[in-house]
C-alpha cells in the first residue's frame, strides 16, 4: 500500500458533535454528511454520529442517501438537493426518505410517483425557502403557495421547512437575521392558521454562532444543521475560543520516501520552480493532487515533519511532492502530516497539538471545505477507534 492515509478520528468527531448540541441548546441536531461526510466517509461517520445521539443526517442527493440506506443506515435522511427527476421521486418513496421541495415540479415529481405506488402513510417533506442564497428554493408568492399545498394535501406530511445562510461566516450577523426575518414572514400566515412547519431550521455551522440573534428574529426554530463544524474546523477565524475546543477529525498522514542532497543553484520539480539557496536536503512524500493535494500548495505549503513545519519546494505534482528539509534530522519512514492533528506543536505561532486545514487552505488560496472533500478515494481513511457496524 502506498505510505498515505487519511486518519479519521471518531472520537473527535464525538467531541465536536458535543459541542454542536451544546450551541444548539438542546434543538434536533441535522448532521450534514454530504459529499462523503465532507471527505471523512459517510457511513462511518453516520454510524458514528447516530452512535453519539445524532437524529437525523442530511446529504445532498438521493445517490448519497440510498447509499446510507443500503448500509442499514434507518434515521431520517433529509435529501438536500430535491427531486429532480422521476427515479428521484421513486427512490425517496422505496426508501423513505425526506426529500427537501424548493419547487412545484418536486412536489409533482413525487405525487406521480405515488400514483404508481401509492403510501398507506403521509410522505415527510421538508420545504426549503430561498431567502437571499438565490441558489435553491422557493422564494416570494411562490414559497407560500408551495407550503399551503404541501399542507393542503392529505398525501404529505410537513417535517420541516428551512433556509440556507450565504453570509454566517461574517462576524456582522445583519445579513442572516434579514434572512431570519424573511423566513419568519414567510411562516407567518402558517401560524397564524395554526398550521405546525415540523422543524424549523436556519443555522449552520458559522450560523450556530449567530443563533441567541437568530432565535430573536425567526422564533421557533426547533433544530440546526451543522457541517463543519462536525469535523473540527472553525467556521470563523474571529472565534479561537471555539476553534480551541474543537479536534480535528481528518489527519492526512504519510511517509517520506526519499530523502536527496541540493548544492546551491539546484532545481526542484516540474518547471525548475524552486532553487537551492544554499546546500540543503529534500524530501520527498508520496501524496500530490492526484490525492487531493491542492496544487496551489506548490513552494507556499508546509508540512510537519519531526516536530518542525518544512516547506514544500517546487510543484505538487500528481503522485509526490517535495518538502525542503535543511539540516533537520529527516530520514526515510518518517511521518509527515499535512493536516489535522499533531503529536505536539510548540513554540510561538503553534496552534495547539494541530497542523489547522484552515492554515493549509489559507496557504492554498482556498477554504477548508475543498480541501477536506478533495482527498480522493486511493488515499485510504483510516478509523480510530473503528467505527460502529450499524447505525
Request: proline share 8%; net charge positive.
Given at each position: ?69 443500503d448500509?442499514?443506515i434507518?434515521a ?7 427531486v ?7 427512490e ?5 426518505l ?11 415529481r ?74 419568519a ?16 431550521h ?46 480535528p ?53 508546509a ?17 509526490s ?6 539540516a533537520?534530522?529527516?530520514e ?13 506543536r ?31 478515494p486511493?488515499v ?12
Open positions: 500500500m502506498r505510505p498515505v492515509v487519511a486518519r479519521i478520528d471518531l472520537d473527535a468527531l464525538r467531541s465536536n458533535l458535543a459541542v454542536a448540541r451544546e450551541l444548539a441548546g438542546g434543538r434536533r441536531v441535522v448532521a450534514v454528511v454530504k459529499a462523503d461526510a465532507y471527505g471523512h466517509g459517510a457511513l462511518s461517520v453516520a454510524r458514528a454520529l447516530l452512535a453519539a445521539g445524532c437524529e437525523e443526517l442530511a446529504v445532498v442527493s438521493v445517490e448519497e442517501a440510498a447509499a446510507l440506506r448500509a442499514g434507518a431520517p435522511l433529509l435529501v438536500l438537493g430535491g429532480l427527476d422521476r427515479e428521484d421521486a421513486r425517496v418513496l422505496a426508501r423513505h425526506v426529500p427537501a421541495l424548493q419547487e412545484r415540479a418536486h412536489l409533482e413525487l405525487r406521480e410517483a405515488l400514483r404508481e405506488a401509492p403510501r398507506p402513510r403521509p410522505v415527510p417533506v421538508q420545504v426549503e425557502i430561498d431567502t437571499g442564497m438565490r441558489r435553491m428554493g422557493a422564494a416570494g408568492p411562490e414559497a407560500a403557495r408551495l407550503l399551503a399545498e404541501v399542507v393542503g394535501d392529505p398525501a404529505f406530511a410537513l417535517a420541516g421547512v428551512f433556509t440556507h445562510l450565504a453570509r454566517a461566516d461574517e462576524a456582522d450577523p445583519a445579513p442572516s437575521l434579514a434572512q431570519a426575518e424573511q423566513l414572514r414567510v411562516l407567518a400566515p402558517l401560524r397564524e392558521r395554526g398550521e405546525q412547519p415540523g422543524n424549523v436556519i443555522a449552520n455551522s458559522a450560523g450556530l454562532l449567530h443563533l441567541p440573534a437568530l432565535l430573536r428574529a425567526l422564533p421557533g426554530q426547533t433544530a440546526v444543521r451543522p457541517g463543519l463544524l462536525l469535523y473540527g474546523v472553525c467556521p470563523r477565524p474571529d472565534v479561537p475560543e471555539l476553534a480551541r475546543r474543537l479536534r477529525v481528518m489527519t492526512l498522514a504519510a511517509r517520506v520516501v526519499r530523502v536527496v542532497r541540493l548544492q546551491p543553484g539546484e532545481a526542484v520539480g516540474y518547471g525548475g520552480t524552486y532553487r537551492a539557496e544554499r546546500p540543503t536536503r529534500l524530501a520527498t512524500i508520496p501524496v500530490g493532487y492526484g490525492d487531493g493535494l491542492l496544487r496551489s500548495l506548490s513552494n507556499r505549503g508540512v510537519w515533519i519531526r516536530g518542525a513545519l518544512h516547506p514544500v519546494a517546487g510543484r505538487v505534482s500528481m503522485d511532492t517535495t518538502v525542503d528539509v535543511g533537520h534530522p529527516v526515510v519512514g518518517d511521518e509527515v502530516v499535512l493536516f489535522g492533528a499533531l503529536p505536539e510548540p513554540g510561538p505561532g503553534g496552534s495547539g497539538s494541530r497542523l489547522a486545514v484552515e492554515e493549509v487552505a489559507e496557504r492554498a488560496g482556498t477554504i477548508p471545505y475543498e480541501l477536506l472533500v478533495r482527498i480522493g486511493r485510504v481513511r483510516v478509523f480510530e477507534p473503528a467505527a460502529p457496524s450499524r447505525g
